[in-house]
Antibody
Framework: QVQLVQSGAEVKKPGASVKVSCKAS????????MHWVRQAPGQRLEWMGW????????QYSQDFQGRVTITRDTSASTAYMELSSLRSEDMAVYYC???????????WGQGTLVTVSS | QSALTQPASVSGSPGQSITISCTGT?????????VSWYQQHPGKAPKLMIY???KRPSGVSNRFSGSKSGNTASLTISGLQAEDEADYYC??????????FGGGTKLTVL
């Protein structure tokens, strides 16, 4: 069965960077794009960007352009999302989600809580 | 990026039907039949309920249906059940390989 398992919770200081991993299993990793979505406490889902797992091409939301980098390691079937210059407003649960050709997200990771605090 | 517009909350009694709207623009919802709907229970990851506007993934109850008219997409839940109480989010392809989510709607089953 398809599973996306994310790395554990992180605590970071303002200005630092965080890198979240997402290990995929149960399907051919390079056949589906991987999206990243975040959700601040009590807030809506926010799309951050996606990576073509086959060739590594990426597209980012304008809201995160310049601060987010999505990469992948095909040999490990793992996707990564790195967010830099963290501020308090970046405190959120970060999700990876497998994309379909229709830009729907059919499988989600369990989420990774990132806390930003001095 | 602005979010798609959803009502903050809707409610209904068991057995009733409710509809949640999702209003975008001619650049997203109105231009593509690529609206998805997600259900999210507290503390859980979202679950895909509808894709491509009206298609249901395997395993999703046929009580859930989707439609679109112009710049507004809709999710209808018929035969409301207690377990349907959750937050619901719409999303749409927004061109240039980007995605946009709605503000979310809290469904209360009375």
């Amino acid at each position: 069965q398809v599973q996306l398992v994310q790395s554990g919770a992180e605590v970071k200081k303002p200005g630092a960077s965080v890198k979240v991993s997402c290990k995929a299993s149960g399907y051919t990793f390079t056949s589906y794009p991987m999206h990243w979505v975040r959700q601040a406490p009590g807030q809506r889902l926010e799309w951050m960007g996606w990576s073509n797992a086959a060739n590594g091409n990426t597209q980012y939301s304008q809201d995160f352009q310049g601060r987010v980098t999505i990469t992948r390691d095909t040999s490990a079937s793992t996707a990564y999302m790195e967010l830099s210059s963290l501020r308090s407003e970046d405190m959120a649960v970060y999700y990876c989600a497998r994309g379909r050709g229709s830009y729907s997200l059919d499988y989600w990771g369990q989420g990774t809580l990132v806390t930003v605090s001095s | 990026q602005s979010a798609l517009t959803q009502p903050a909350s809707v409610s209904g009694s068991p057995g009733q039907s409710i509809t949640i709207s999702c209003t975008g623009t001619s650049s997203d919802v109105g231009s593509y039949n690529l609206v998805s709907w997600y259900q999210q229970h507290p503390g859980k990851a979202p679950k895909l309920m509808i894709y491509e506007g009206s298609k249901r993934p395997s395993g999703v109850s046929n009580r859930f249906s989707g439609s679109k008219s112009g710049n507004t997409a809709s999710l209808t839940i018929s035969g409301l059940q207690a377990e349907d109480e959750a937050d619901y989010y719409c999303s749409s392809y927004a061109g240039t390989t980007t995605l946009i989510f709605g503000g979310g709607t809290k469904l209360t089953v009375l």
